[in-house]
């Protein structure tokens, strides 16, 4: 019974790399849409979710599952229960990464933001991949050097996420009232998409070290 336990567990961990992998295809897919304006890679995207969300869905039930059958405790109770939240964070990070395809459809065959920003969302797409790419590696191996990777890399998107508002905010921002919208919408969906990173690098890391990272103020 133990075995079977054990092999369970793998699944779920097995199922989260998966569903990860999906989800920094899916982000790299969706900025090349945005900074490209290509409007069939953004459709992709978005024909794509509904997977992500489908392998969410199937993973919640297998750890459900598991709680029921099993009875897990202890640091095994803490892995399955992590799991649920970690799907959580990866469904949503596929959401974010649909938005920003959406927005690329809804203005193709225009570009999403003015050209003075355009540089500022290549390296915010840029950074969003690595994380996502990073993340699924910190799901495979628990490594807790690239968790820390991925919360640098946030930062970093913090600071351009706060230089857009500081653009269409200023006396010298000379944009159409959409664009201030679009802009200002893709940035958070930038922001986001990390910011879920780092919520599931914080819970593999007390996973693998049994210490909790806390919100830094």
């Not at 790299?28 to 969300?53: C, G, H, K, M, Y």
């Not at 006396?171 to 599931?200: C, M, N, P, Q």
């Amino acid at each position: 019974m133990r075995e079977v336990f054990q092999q369970e567990l793998r699944e779920v961990q097995d199922r989260l790399v998966e569903i990860a992998g999906l989800v920094a295809e899916s982000i790299e897919n969706a900025t090349r849409a945005f900074n490209e304006s290509d409007v069939t890679l953004a459709e992709t995207v978005i024909a794509n979710d509904p997977q992500i969300d489908a392998l969410a869905t199937e993973l919640d039930e297998l750890a459900i599952n598991i709680l029921a059958r099993q009875q897990p405790v202890a640091r095994d109770l803490r892995i399955v229960v992590s799991a649920l939240r970690i799907s959580a964070s990866l469904e949503r990070m596929g959401d974010m990464a649909e938005h920003i395809a959406q927005l690329a459809r809804y203005r193709f065959p225009d570009k999403v933001v003015p050209k003075n920003l355009r540089g500022t969302f290549v390296e915010m797409g840029r950074l969003d991949v690595e994380i996502a790419k990073k993340l699924t590696e910190l799901l495979r191996t628990q490594d807790t050097d690239i968790a820390e990777d991925i919360r640098n890399e946030d930062d970093k998107i913090d600071d351009l996420h706060l230089s857009v508002f500081d653009k269409v905010l200023g006396e010298k921002w000379k944009g159409e009232a959409v664009d201030t919208v679009d802009a200002t919408l893709a940035s958070r969906y930038h922001e986001r998409f990390a910011d879920h990173a780092v919520s599931i690098a914080k819970k593999v890391m007390y996973l693998a070290t049994g210490d909790w990272v806390p919100d830094e103020a």
